[in-house]
């Protein structure tokens, strides 16, 4: 009878295992490559409040599943020093919808950037959250080209940190609970 239970207590201590492995798994998480665009640097000629912007044509949407992970993205481009990107709730796309060029009516100061924008300066890293979102373009004050600018995005997907936690204690549990059913003499030891 105790061979068998031991053998049945494998059960619980690879269920354990596995929730811990993946716990660890999960603090390494996993990186894209590289992703490179080319998006077009806009001219800004006047002032930074009224000089045109961009928009891209489509929504990224995320889904609520991602209420499960941490999704991270790193955007940086090629000319900080004469263009910006900023990262927007999708609702922008109709008060400023993007015409066959991707240019809209909108300058910098209609939108309310999430990551991002005009006043930010070097890589902008943004935790994707569900919902829907587009990315905004444009151009530095006294920049005075429409030059061709590469924007480059990297991605890193880990559990989010609950999620992480309570595997990790599930783990541990299930784990101790495999060693007890194998090892019932440390309980009746203990109890003595």
């Given amino acids: 009878m105790s061979m068998m239970v031991r053998i049945m207590s494998l059960l619980p201590f ?21 992703i490179d665009d080319e998006i077009p640097a806009l001219p800004c000629v006047g002032a930074q409040e009224e000089c045109a912007t961009g928009m891209s044509e489509s929504d990224l949407d995320v889904p609520t599943a991602f209420l499960l992970l941490d999704v991270q993205l790193d955007i940086s481009m090629e000319l900080d020093d004469a263009a910006w990107i900023g990262i927007v709730d999708s609702k922008y796309a109709i008060t400023c919808p993007p015409g066959a060029t991707g240019l809209t009516n909108c300058t910098s100061s209609d939108y309310t950037c999430l990551a991002g924008g005009p006043n ?68 009746k030891a203990r109890k003595d």
């Fill in 14 to 34: 690879a269920t354990g295992a596995l929730c811990l492995l993946i716990v660890l798994v999960s603090f390494f998480g996993f990186a894209s490559g590289t």
């Fill in 120 to 187: 930010h300066e070097g890589t902008i890293s943004h935790n994707l959250d569900p919902g829907s979102v587009r990315f905004v373009t444009g151009g530095d004050e006294g920049a005075v080209d429409l030059r061709d600018n590469t924007v480059t995005t990297e991605w890193s997907v880990h559990l989010a940190t609950w999620v992480e936690a309570v595997l990790g204690m599930v783990g541990i549990g299930r784990c101790a609970s495999g060693v007890h059913m194998a090892f019932p003499m440390v309980a």
